[in-house]
Each structure stands twice: as structure tokens, then as C-alpha cells.
């Protein structure tokens, strides 16, 4: 089953707008991730927040974690055509041996941006 | 070349055939794995492994086999392909070492497999 659900499903901005993500989980986790897939491609890992921190920036990305509500964003400022892409977030559970580790990936949201 | 490849890229097969989905990196990652895509799904996780022969299932690993004999591959195996099994298959990889960010998996550019 799905760990993240991100939302919305679809967004559609115009250049320079900023875009804004959200990304809402269930179980507790070490960590929460964002990855991006251009069409027809792999996805790209783009930020990582460990469960203690609380905000994370990496150029014009934003990410936030508030765990209390089991909830993340991510904020693309100024976005340009090349963002157009859907964006992931994936869950990682806490570490409790070799064949334990996985990321669960929500169903993403697809960004438009309209030059 | 460096990085995590795939094969084949595209591949049209028939309901019942056996299909092998090759991955290979180069970065000596201890961890791989194989997700498949779909519409209305996201990605689903079929199976990992966390070094060479050690692998265990995903959350859809039936219908799917897998070997690790050596780090550097990962195999794909449809024994009896089913038009369920028609989807996108992407392999990943990372290495759990910590300081390096080892939580962050490396994709392959995928594999579409078309089963008629």
C-alpha cells in the first residue's frame, strides 16, 4: 500500500509562479524524500529531510516536514518550463536490519509550468 | 558507461513467454531494486536485494524472480508473462552509507514492456 499520498494530483502554474506540493503519510519515518520524472524518464532524487529536522532548502526547492501531522511540502519558487515534470515523494522507514530498508513512493503530482 | 542502465529499453513479448529485464550499475551499491510504474498506482516496490545473493520481496513480487549473483546486477525474470505485467519497470540503487546520504536511491531510465 501507499505510504505518501501527495496532493494536488495535478497543478498547472505560469513561469516565474511558485509551486507548491504537499505530501501526507501514516506510519512514522526516518526520513522523507522528493524525486522529479520528466516524461518518458527515471525518477531523479532532488531533497532529503531526516524526521528531526523541520525545514531543508537546495536552491530554489523548499521542503518542510511537520511529523505531528504526518505531512511535507515542497515549494519550487520561480519555476521555469524545464520544472515541468512530476514530482514523488517517497517515505523511508526506520533501519531494523539487512532486509529492512525501502522508500514507498506516493503517486505524484504532475506540474505544468506554462512558459 | 557510469551510472545504472537498463535493458532492454522497450519490449514487446506474448502472454506466457519468460522475459528477463537486465540492470546494472557501476557504483558497487550494496542495494538495489526493481519497481514497476503505473498509471493510477505510482511506483510499486517487486523486489530488492541488500548485497550479492540476498534479495526479498516487495509489495507486488508475485509472477517476478530475481538473482544478485554478482553486486553489480540485478535480473528481472517474468516467468509467465501476463498482460497485468504490461507496465513501466525501473531498477534502483543506493548505498546505505550514511555519510555518503545513502537513503537516496539512483534510478535507471526504465524498461517499457508491453505483454500481449
Known amino acids: 500500500s501507499q505510504q505518501g499520498e501527495e496532493d494536488p494530483q495535478a497543478l498547472s502554474i505560469q513561469e516565474g509562479e511558485n509551486a507548491t506540493m504537499n505530501c501526507s503519510y501514516k506510519t512514522s519515518i526516518n526520513n522523507l524524500q522528493w524525486y522529479r520524472q520528466n516524461s518518458g524518464r527515471g525518477l531523479v532524487h532532488l531533497i532529503l529531510i531526516r524526521s528531526n529536522e523541520r525545514e531543508k532548502h537546495s536552491g530554489r526547492l523548499r521542503v518542510t516536514l511537520d511529523t505531528s501531522k504526518k505531512s511535507s511540502s515542497l515549494l519550487i519558487t520561480a519555476s521555469r518550463a524545464a520544472d515541468t515534470a512530476s514530482y514523488f515523494c517517497?517515505?523511508?522507514?526506520?533501519?531494523?536490519?539487512?532486509?529492512?530498508?525501502?522508500?514507498?513512493f506516493g503517486k505524484g503530482t504532475k506540474l505544468s509550468v506554462i512558459p | 558507461d557510469a551510472g545504472i542502465t537498463q535493458s532492454p529499453r522497450y519490449k514487446i513479448t506474448e502472454t506466457g513467454r519468460q522475459v528477463t529485464l537486465m540492470c546494472h550499475q557501476t557504483w558497487s551499491h550494496s542495494y538495489m531494486f526493481w519497481y514497476r510504474q503505473d498509471l493510477g498506482h505510482g511506483l510499486r516496490l517487486i523486489y530488492y536485494?541488500?548485497?550479492?545473493?540476498?534479495?526479498d520481496k516487495g509489495e507486488v513480487p508475485d509472477g517476478y524472480v530475481v538473482s544478485r549473483s554478482k553486486t553489480e546486477n540485478f535480473p528481472l525474470t517474468l516467468e509467465s508473462a501476463t498482460r497485468s505485467q504490461t507496465s513501466v519497470y525501473f531498477c534502483?540503487?543506493?548505498?546505505?552509507?550514511?555519510?555518503?546520504?545513502?537513503?537516496?536511491?539512483?534510478f535507471g531510465p526504465g524498461t517499457r514492456l508491453l505483454v500481449l
Open positions: 536485494s541488500a548485497a550479492a545473493d540476498i534479495t
Open positions: 517517497a517515505t523511508g522507514g526506520a533501519y531494523s536490519g539487512a532486509g529492512s530498508y525501502q522508500l514507498t
Open positions: 534502483a540503487s543506493s548505498d546505505l552509507g550514511v555519510l555518503a546520504g545513502g537513503e537516496t536511491q539512483y
